[in-house]
């Protein structure tokens, strides 16, 4: 497989599975665009370090997700946008009652709306250029719900839904859209969390992973973020050309039930 001649746009990519699929992307050839809402050295130099081992043209974009015009200006930015993945993402944890407005807004705006707005400036030129892929990372929390995470629920319910709508949209041409739905994955994020959950229930590192941070996960393992890379990488291969609208779940088990 490979991917070369392709320009890959990926959004919320500084870290994580965005820049897990980055790097999956760049040595399979492909030109990347990384991006995030800071804009450091350090963002300027994981660009650097990935043209250097790969080969390929990478930069970074900066771009906040929050933004509609700001995430179809990073479209734009990119010249070229073969492959977009939509990846940023955030979280809040909340009862429902006490959810805090503002933290809604920004989440359905990052997790969601950022979606529509990066793909509604891509697909045109994806037409024009007579080949185009859209991968959005939405969750196991896209096909399953948990208390507490109303607005991370109702976004990545509705990634899926954009989805199917976008690729119905594009079923006759050789643009397709899916979904990768990842359940828990050991990212920088879920790692800072394992301390104050070993606190909170008593429970040393291991103990926390399979009791609490795995209990919805029934092979009680990680996906790990290599697994959910190759995943969209498939998804941007010939082989995949018709898969259209579609989940694809890497979740150990998790949504099966």
Known sequence: MSLSGRTAVVT???????????????????DVVLNSF???????????GIASEHGVTARYIQADMSK????????ERA???????????????????????????????????????????????????????????ASAHGLRASPYKAAYIAAKHGVVGLTKAVALECARDPVTVNAVCPGYVLTPIV???????????????????????????????FATIEQVADTVAFLCSDAAA????????????WTAS
Do not use: Y
């Open 12 to 30: 919320g990519s500084n870290s994580g599975i965005g820049l897990g699929v980055a790097r999956a992307f760049a040595a399979l050839g492909a």
């Open 38 to 48: 800071t804009d450091s050295d350090e963002d300027h130099a994981l660009a650097a």
């Open 79 to 137: 010249g070229r946008c073969d492959i977009l993945v939509n990846n940023a993402g955030i979280q809040h944890v909340s009862p429902v009652e006490d959810f805090p407005v503002d933290r809604w807004d920004t989440i359905i705006a990052v997790n969601l709306s950022s979606a529509f707005h990066t793909t509604a400036a891509a697909i045109p030129g994806m037409r024009a250029s007579g080949w185009g892929r859209v991968v959005n990372i």
């Open 68 to 75: 509609g015009g700001e995430a179809r200006r990073l479209v």
């Open 191 to 221: 790692e800072k969390q394992l301390p104050d959950q070993m606190k909170t229930h008593g429970m040393e590192r291991e103990e926390v992973i399979e009791k609490v941070i795995l209990a919805k996960q029934p092979s009680r393992e």
């Open 242 to 253: 018709q898969i259209r609208g579609t989940t694809i779940s890497v979740d150990g088990g």
